[in-house]
């Protein structure tokens, strides 16, 4: 079992920079597949990115092709915690943005993984 809870969310100008957390607790964090979604009003919950891609490649990455080269994905064993860092924010990044976790190997799909945050909060104004 691992409990995830993020932060970091805030209002944020069109090209300005957040960074967000996700605090996981239980389980050792590194043994898992992390990954990123977001759902804005309206829309369904989609693939913002991922960690822990590819097999034997440690933390391998894959983001959506709507972020790619703006944000970034990492995480810290030591500290349990990962992050999602997103430079060059636009209007349609508005969203609740979501950490999750599973065994195994990261995905695309919201519905491989086990674990679940309760959201936090990102608002781009233009």
């Known amino acids: 079992q691992v409990q995830l809870v993020e932060s970091g969310g805030g209002m944020v100008q069109a090209g300005g920079s957040l960074r967000l957390s996700c605090a996981a607790s239980?389980?050792?964090?590194?043994?898992?597949?992390m990954g990123w979604f977001r759902q804005a009003p309206g829309k369904e919950r989609e693939f913002v990115a991922a960690?822990?891609?590819?097999?034997?490649?440690?933390?391998?990455?894959d983001y959506a092709d709507s972020v790619k080269g703006r944000f970034t994905i990492s995480r810290d064993n030591a500290k349990n915690t990962g992050y999602l860092q997103m430079n060059s924010l636009k209007p349609e990044d508005t969203a609740v943005y979501y950490c999750?976790?599973?065994?195994?190997?990261?995905?695309?799909?919201?519905?491989?993984?086990?674990?679940w945050g309760q959201g936090t909060q990102v608002t781009v104004s233009s």
């Open positions: 999750a976790a599973k065994d195994g190997l990261g995905s695309r799909e919201l519905h491989a993984y086990n674990y």
């Open positions: 239980g389980r050792t964090f590194s043994t898992y597949a």
């Open positions: 960690l822990r891609w590819r097999r034997w490649s440690g933390d391998s990455t």
